[in-house]
Structure formats: C-alpha cells, structure tokens
C-alpha cells in the first residue's frame, strides 16, 4: 500500500454535499482539501450528446454500476436477503457531481414540523397514536435555524418559484403551507405545460391551493452569488436521468465545480474507491486518521488527513461506516446501537394514470416545471379521522414522458398488453396520458435497518449493504387516501379514463418511486440514539462529518437536496467559526 | 468465427428504397421500388433473426394503425442489444448465489443472461416465421408469461422508439407513429402554448440533432 503525504480534509465523495463542503473550505480557508470521487470526471461540455432515452434511462448510463457494488433486501429479519440485480426503485448516482447530475432538480424545502415530527405529533394526538413498532425522533435542529442556510441553497441554485410565506405573511399563488422564507425565490417560476396548468385549475376548482413546483431547472438566465452564471431552461424534457447539456439545470458540475477549479487549495481525485475510513478504536472517542482507497489503477492508497468528511451517497455513507467498524451496528432485537437504523424512503407513486381526450404534448417541458399542491402534507390536515398519521404532495410535472418508457400505457378497458388493439390503443394514447404524482412521509420503524450482508460481496470481496424494509398499514392507508383524492382530481381535469394506483404491498424494488433513501447514519441529540450530532459530526470521532441524507431520522415528503444543502452549508459554517478554533466536539 | 450472417429488410415494405449507410445506420429514400438491404447480424443467425421479426411483428403489428416493428427494423435493434453489454449481462450484479423462485418485487434473479434467454426460448419458436398470423399469436399466447416473452415485448417496444442510431426506428417510423419529435434542443417557446391541440414538429434523430456521431452504448464495450 502507498502512503501519501498528509493534507488537511479529505472529502468521501464528489456530489452535491461533498462538493459544497470543498467550495465553502476553499473558498473560505487556506486548508488543503482533497476530494475523492470513484467515478469519472464530468462536465457540462459531456452532456451535449446525451439526449438517449435507450442509454441513459433504460440501460442507466449515469448511474452507480450495479455489476460492481449493489444492496440486498428483504422485507423482515426473518428472510434471506436478495440482492437488487438491476436498478428499480431507487437511483444512487456515479462520478463527480454523484446524483446531483441526473436529478429532476424539484427544489422544495421541508416543512417546518418535520423536524419535530415526534414532539408534534405527540402533543397532538397523543403517543398512543404512534404506530407501536415506529422509531421516530425529533433531528436536533429546527426549521427556523435551518432558514437562513435554505436561503443559502436557493440562492445558490438560483431556485425557480413562488413564494408562499415571508416572514409569516401568507401570498396566494405560492406554497401558502410552506415554513416561512426570508426572501422571494431567486428566478420566478418555470412555464407551465398544458397538462400541469390542467391540474392546477382542477386543483383550485376542488378547494385546493396549487403552486408552481420549485425548481433548480431555472426559468431565467441566473447568476449566483458565487458569480456563476447559468441560462435559462429550454424545456427539451431531458432532465431526470440526464445530465443538462445546457447547463440550465443546476448540478455539482455547473454550480459548484467551477468555484472549486479557482482554488488552488481544492483537488479532485476520481477513480478513487475509499474502501475503508481507518481510525483510532475506543469505545467512547477517538479520530479518523485518513482513508484507504483503491485508485483508478487498483493500487491501494493510505491518505491521511486531519479532518474528514463522509459525503457519498446516502446508502454508501452508512456502508462504509460499517466496513470501517466505526459506531456500534444497530440491533433491532435489542434497539441497541445506532449504525443503520431509521432507514427510510418515500410513499412515492403515480395515484392515477389519466387518459384525455386531447393531446397534451407532453414532449415538452422539463423535470420540476409543473404544479403541486401541500393541502394534504404533514399535518397540515386534521389525522384524528384518518386511520394513518402525515401525508403529502400531489404533483402534475411534465417529466418522464418519453416513449419507450411511456407508450404502452392504456386504460384498464385495453385488455391485451400486444398486438393490434394494444398497438391501436397505445398510439393514440401515447400523448394523452398524464400521471399525477404523490410523494408522501416515511415513518421510521424499529425493524427498518441496514446492516452488512452475510452472503453478497462487491467486486472487491468486501460485504453488501443488506436493507431490511417494508411498508406499515400507516403508509399503505396513506396510498389509498391519496390514490382517492388524486382520482378526484384527474375526474376533475376531464380524463376519460382513470387507472389508480393498485396500492402498496410488500416493498417493490422494481419499481422506481423515488431516489430519495434516507437514514442510517442518522442526527439526533444523543449517541445512544444517533450516529452524528446536529452538526452532522460523529458522536465518536470528532474529526469525522457524516454529510447528506443519511442523517434523516425520517423522511419528509418532499425532496431532499435544499434540506441536505442546507445541513451542509450549516455544517460549514459551524467547522470555520467553531471547529478548526477547537478541534472538539461541537455538540 | 461465425459464418456471417443476415437480415434481409425489403424496402417495399417501408415504401422506399432503404439505405445501410456507413455508419451502420438504415433510411429510407423517398423513390418507390423493390429494393432491399441486407444487414449483418452480429448475435442471431439467419433463422433466429426471422424469427424474432415475426413475433416482434405480431407484438407490434404493421396494420390499418401504421407501420410496425417490421418496418422499424425491430430484430436489428434487438440484434445489436444482445450482440453489446446488455445482452452479455454487464449492467447486472452477476454474483450468486441465485434464487431462480424469488418473488416478483425483488426482479429477475436467474443466472441466465440476455443472450441465454433468448437462445433458449427461440428453440420453441422454430418455424415461426411460416406460420400464419393467427397461428403466430397463438404460440405466443402460449409464452406469454415467460421471461423471454416479456424481454421480446419490451426490447420490442424499444426498437420501436430508439433513436435510429441504435438499430430500430429506422427513419423514425416509430417517433412519426406517437408525434414523438426526439431530441430538441429547445422547446422555449411552444412549451406554454398549443394548448388542447397536438403540435407535431418533424422528428430528428440525435446524430441530426448535434450534427455529431454519437456513439450508440452497445458500441462502446
């Protein structure tokens, strides 16, 4: 193995939080960084040929090779894990930028009692209400500390939308549920394709208060406080699971790298594998002495570093805490130990597939433009008639509509799946078919966890990450709520035929519902119950940060990148005024 | 080495003389005439190559609706599929153990690959391309629910909509089908306009689009 000479910080990771971590410290100290990507390299100039629906969706050009390194599954501790072949209901990202590239670029922020999930709904509706299995807890921070550092994030995205609430004062047209803001959003909201300006009429016919889905596909040419300068979105439609060839769509590539190539004291290594994050053992403290990683040649490394940071994908995060035997693994037998618990994802799934009369064009348009509705999220609506607790958005956004992915869907009164009726259905379906989207609360639960698979290794021979996941009767009533009230509205823009979503079961890994797997290596206000304090920073190992989502203690609705921005910039902030003063803990 | 083999795709069909250019990309001219090209097969034999064009042809059929998977060069896409990565399995975690029973929500976890699958279940499809069109979709009644069934569904709706470049769609028949135009760069200023009404720009493949020689994924390893 080769020593390399020792730097300051070494950054696991090259996407959104790793990348935002290495511009605030380049930008605002002298330390040496180094960040360790093991994809490739990536820029915008890479995406101009890449609008390739058979590549780039169906075949996952951008995503994490699942032939090296996947995750295994299964729905309680009694089965035996299955390992997920191809990807399905979920996406994690590869190369500088990670998934930060391919995303739809839906920007909004959490609502405010998600952070206190367990403290409000308590007070509420009392704990007897709580599902008896949940492992809920409150994340140690609140929405309004998080406030500014979520301005942060919009401005540097330079977020597209309406405002719906500043500084308490309620604006028709905007999120009127959303937590309070401290300024109007940077860009005004994108245009809005026929099908999402359908549902929003709709949506306002039936009591509802619809709003334009805030995006960082920016509406306008934009630049940021960084001085970097982005164009305006075109509405090619090529957003989720591309990366912009444009640069309109804000990604790690085109808003942060940039910044990171002006400072001298910022360098990106990709083809870097950390494999292992090697420290000083003891039960209660201790630090990170640097990490081992496999380089593009496959020759193992040693880098040593002063600080570092654990910025990968949510999933790998915790993985990799596992393999380096740092944190004592969760035992749901027990409730002992806090590595792997809380694993969350998203009630996501499209309620109703609609068929209209009228062609809808849906070719246009990009990944966040469309319209949503809060009515039914959180507890923004009174539970103590409903058999399940939180809830959700409602979304018609115009993405996902191209044609091998989406033509083949007929209404249930096409009985055949091929041949000439299919054919004849399907064509003349084919643009008028609108989904409407749900993304709803996932509730942590005692006996969802990751741990290491016993079985399944990764190209190098280390173990897989084993999930151990399924849905509550809480989420599977939430569906079907859902599922109604969405039939209501598609009833409502004057589809022909509706066919509602057949509801959730055991958890599906073949059907993609959102990227946004949350957990593991969760926040909280004590070692006993969390890996890292709500400075994100290890509990044992005070020169050790752990960045991103796998800090959720549960997951909100919404999506999760202004959050993890947001955690990150705060993070930063608390590193260059308190830390690098005091090396301690922080919390 | 495999004895060469090919697909004949006549032009009478597709209404023009068709093209195989140099880069290995078929399209049609607009003059009526019987010709016909004939493309190399880099997986399929001859037979298995007939084969998959009829039952692709009955999965999407030409008819009073349009073109078809016939037209497309449907077996020439999946062809190129099988012959690539995806066919030899690299964009799937390999490792058993395998649970060949497992339930549907965990995916396909046989150890057979793409090309196995196929080679194996175009052993029940012998003779296909002689039978009738009735008799066709009774046998493939019969397959329904087998794994090389769904693979031949969905690799044909892929040839259907690929862009040209990786086999299927040729001319952009399918894309002309659903009012697809393919990739454009900008759709800024229609996107909030032709509201109700169907607004049909001419297709364009991606290699028209960027005016560059995009290199379809099969091709790259």
Not at chain 1, 416 to 433: F, I, M, N, P
Not at chain 2, 74 to 80: F, G, K, N, P, Q
Request: charged letters at 20%.
């Amino acid at each position: 193995m080769k020593t390399l000479p020792s730097v300051d910080v070494v950054i696991i990771g090259g996407g959104w939080t790793g990348l935002l971590m290495a511009k605030e410290l380049g930008s605002r100290t002298a330390l040496s960084v180094v960040v360790l990507e093991r994809g490739g390299p990536r820029k915008t100039d890479d995406y101009g040929d890449d609008m390739d629906e058979l590549d780039y969706t169906i075949r996952f050009r951008m995503m994490q090779d699942v032939s090296q390194e996947t995750v295994t599954l299964r729905h309680d501790s009694s089965q035996r894990a299955l390992p997920l072949r191809q990807h399905g209901s979920f996406l994690p990202g590869s190369g500088v930028g990670g998934a930060g590239e391919h995303w739809s670029a839906v920007c909004p922020r959490f609502l405010p009692d998600c952070f206190e999930v367990l403290s409000r709904t308590t007070e509420k509706y009392g704990s007897k209400r709580l599902p008896e299995d949940h492992a809920i807890q409150d994340w140690g921070v609140t929405y309004d500390e998080l406030e500014p550092h979520y301005t942060r994030a919009d401005l540097l995205l330079g977020i597209s939308g309406k405002a719906g609430n500043i500084r308490g004062q309620q604006i028709e047209g905007g999120n009127i549920f959303e937590g309070w803001r401290s300024a109007e959003y940077p860009t005004p909201p994108t245009k809005i394709p026929y099908f999402s300006s359908i549902f929003a009429e709709a949506a306002k016919s039936l009591g509802y208060h619809p709003y334009p889905v805030p995006a960082a596909t920016t509406s306008r040419a934009y630049t940021n406080p960084d001085g970097i300068s982005r164009p305006g979105c075109t509405y090619c439609g090529y957003c989720e699971t591309f990366g912009c060839m444009i640069g309109a769509k804000s990604q790690p590539t085109n808003t942060l790298l940039p910044v990171i190539q002006k400072h001298k004291n910022v360098s990106i290594r990709t083809g870097a594998w950390v494999r292992r994050i090697v420290h000083d053992a003891s039960e209660n403290k201790g630090s990170a002495r640097g990490v081992i990683y496999s380089d593009a040649n496959g020759q193992e490394v040693f880098q040593p570093a002063e600080l570092i940071f654990l910025a990968s994908w949510t999933l790998n995060n915790t993985r990799l805490l596992l393999l380096s035997g740092i944190g004592k693994a969760y035992d749901p037998a027990t409730r002992k130990g806090s590595l792997g618990r809380n694993l969350t994802h998203q009630v996501a799934f499209s309620a109703v597939t609609a068929f209209f009369e009228k062609p809808l064009n849906r070719f246009m348009g990009s990944g966040a433009s469309g319209i949503m509705l809060s009515d039914l999220d959180g507890d923004l609506f009174d539970h103590s008639k409903h058999p399940f607790l939180r809830g959700g958005a409602l979304s018609a956004r115009s993405a996902r509509s191209l044609p091998i992915s989406e033509c083949g869907a007929v209404p249930k009164s096409v009985k055949s799946t091929w041949g000439s009726e299919w054919k004849k259905a399907a064509l003349h379906y084919y643009d008028r078919t609108g989904r409407i989207g749900f993304s709803g609360e996932h509730l942590a639960y005692q006996d969802n966890y990751m741990d290491l698979d016993p079985v399944y290794k990764d190209h190098f021979g280390d173990p897989l990450l084993r999930l151990t996941l399924d849905w509550r009767e809480n989420e599977r009533k939430m569906a079907d709520y859902m599922t109604t009230k969405a039939m209501e509205l598609a009833r409502e823009m004057g589809a022909k035929e509706v066919n509602p979503f057949s509801g959730l079961r055991s958890y599906d890994a073949t059907r993609y519902q959102s990227s946004h797997v949350q957990g593991g290596a969760i926040m909280g206000s004590s070692p006993e119950s969390s890996v890292v304090n709500p400075y994100l920073q290890h509990w044992q190992l005070s020169n050790l940060f752990v960045l991103g989502a796998s800090s959720f203690p549960q997951n909100a609705s919404a999506n999760p990148t202004p959050t993890i921005l947001a955690l990150t910039y705060r993070t930063a902030d608390a590193i260059v005024d308190r830390y690098l003063k005091n090396p301690a803990a922080l919390a | 080495m495999r004895r060469r083999e090919f697909l004949t795709l006549s032009a009478a069909s597709i209404g023009g003389v068709l093209v195989y250019s140099l880069d290995r990309e078929v399209f049609r001219l607009s003059a009526q005439t019987n010709q016909s090209v004939r493309i190399p097969l880099r997986f399929f034999t001859q037979s298995e190559a007939l084969f998959v064009a009829a039952a692709a042809s009955r999965i999407f059929p030409s008819d009073e609706t349009g073109p078809g998977a016939r037209e497309a060069g449907v077996a020439v896409y999946i062809d190129r599929q099988l012959a690539g990565p995806w066919g030899r399995d690299r964009y799937r975690y390999t490792e058993g153990p395998f649970e060949g029973n497992a339930p549907a929500e965990f995916g396909y976890q046989g150890k057979a690959t793409p090309q196995q699958i196929y080679r194996q279940g175009l052993k029940g499809l012998k003779g296909f391309d002689r039978l009738k069109a009735e008799e066709q979709d009774d046998t493939l009644k019969q397959i329904e629910t087998t794994l090389f069934f769904s693979l031949l569904r969905q690799n044909t709706i892929e040839g259907m909509f690929c862009d040209p470049m990786h086999g299927g769609n040729i001319d952009m028949v399918g894309w002309q089908l659903i009012g697809f135009p393919g990739p454009r760069m900008s759709n800024y200023d229609d996107v909030d306009k032709h509201f109700g009404e169907a607004f049909r720009p001419k297709p364009a493949s991606l290699r028209q689009v960027t005016r560059r020689k995009v290199r379809p994924g099969e091709d790259l390893e």
